[in-house]
């Protein structure tokens, strides 16, 4: 632990853990990334929208994003044990700086392979970072303050994210060409490299470069896999977060044609739109340290995925932008509750050694299902409707939450 984070012994405050060096810098770093990415995303959704018109081919961008951390997802986590978390994230962050700049080149229809290629690259860059980003973060807060970081951490990552969003479609509405967006993200990167560069960590925080045991990589992959099946929470929030994947990956594939197809609203709405869920979020992330005081991680993770996926059923029945922005309120004041007890259950249940790998087995089985989540909705929506995907995603999501139930029974005594 940093000498400036705060003490593990009692639980402090929003404010006072904002006021810790060290997680002030990572959590700034955060910010300013996920505004990149989160502008990024959707113009991209845009301009595939706007150079095909197909959902199949945002589909395809949607898996282009998603399917590296199937691919690397595992073999990074070994290495963000072995190597300087801080390192990884700086050198991820720049790398990520430049791969974006290629999007500028995306310019027809016959260039769209460029963006899934771009797309892809970016994310299997992504499994680096995430993964040391959640694994740092106990070193700098401390076991009992964890809960709150990981709040703070989600709320303001979905604040970012609506000013991304809120950007991309103020500039969509209004230029032609969209590739002055993309400059702009590759500036975030190194302003968040800037950031972490300034993260000290003493060099008992840091990982060796060899493991201790000499095991090769695979036999810290399979490690982390059995730390995961040997416990029945941490494998409560892998089942359960698989399958609620199978219903959440559809929005990021169907939200945009949606909002201005079915419900016929120009770009400039999403900022708006999305500004209504941040609502909910901001409101949970205040409140998550009372709900933390009256109910266990897995109550607060049952309880959320319930109410998501209603929600998200509750989508297919819209005729108003105003009714889905009442909606992604109410998800957004459920979903911060679930992100931050599933990451504080992995947290504190994972030595720090494993972390990275534990980490990184869990995201390649719930970008697993959300891969098999963007194909399912981006073929069957346009047979069956993107409404009619909406019903059955929440469907599922619902399941997720009974799930969860099951598996959670008992683990709490």
């Known amino acids: 632990m940093t000498p400036d984070a705060p003490s593990s012994s009692a639980a402090v405050g929003v404010r006072q853990l904002v ?118 973060l106990p070193s700098l807060v401390g076991k009992d303050n964890l809960l709150a970081a990981n709040s703070v951490s989600q709320t303001s990552e979905v604040v970012a994210g609506l000013a991304g969003t809120a950007v991309a479609g103020l500039l969509a509405a209004s230029l032609v060409d969209l590739w002055p967006v993309f400059v702009l993200d590759a500036g975030t990167f190194l302003l968040s490299a800037y950031f972490i560069s300034r993260i000290a960590v003493r060099s008992e925080d840091k990982q060796a470069e060899v493991p201790k045991s000499g095991a090769g990589v695979w036999e810290e992959m399979v490690e982390g896999f059995r730390v995961i099946s040997g416990s029945r929470p941490l494998m409560g929030v892998v089942v359960s977060g698989a399958i609620a994947m199978l219903g959440l990956g559809t929005i990021n594939v169907l939200m945009v044609p949606l909002i201005i197809d079915d419900l016929a609203v120009s770009e400039s709405w999403f900022g708006l739109i999305q500004g209504s869920q941040v609502v909910g979020m901001v409101t949970a992330g205040i409140i ?54 599933a990451g504080t259950l992995v947290q504190t249940l994972v030595p720090d050694e494993l972390r990275g790998r534990v980490g990184s087995s869990m995201e390649t089985v719930t970008s697993t299902a959300s891969v098999i989540s963007m194909g399912f909705a981006g073929v069957v929506a346009a047979s069956i409707g993107t409404r009619s995907v909406f019903a059955i995603s929440g469907a599922i999501t619902i399941a997720a939450g009974v799930v969860a139930w099951f598996m959670f029974r008992g683990t709490d005594e």
Not at 296 to 302: A, F, G, K, T, Y
Not at 313 to 323: D, F, H, K
């Open 19 to 136: 006021a810790v060096p060290d997680f002030r810098r990572l959590w700034i770093a955060q910010i300013v990334s996920d505004f990149g990415d989160s502008l990024t995303f959707i113009t991209l959704l845009f301009l595939v929208q706007r150079l095909t018109g197909s959902t199949v081919a945002l589909a395809g961008l949607a898996i282009s994003i998603t399917i590296p951390s199937l691919l690397f997802g595992v073999v990074s986590g070994v290495f963000v044990d072995r190597w300087d978390r801080r390192k990884v994230m700086l050198v991820s962050d720049v790398l990520r700086g430049v791969v974006v700049l290629g999007l500028v080149f995306v310019r027809s229809a016959d260039s769209v392979w460029l963006a899934y290629a771009l797309a892809f690259t970016h994310a299997a860059i992504a499994t680096l970072f995430d993964p040391a980003k959640s694994a740092l």
């Open 288 to 341: 998550v340290a009372v709900l933390a005081a009256r109910f266990s991680e897995s109550r607060l993770i049952v309880g959320g995925l319930i109410a998501v996926g209603m929600m998200i059923a509750a989508i297919s029945r819209v005729t108003s932008v105003w009714q889905l922005m009442v909606i992604l309120t109410v998800i957004g004041l459920a979903v911060v509750p679930v992100g931050a007890a």
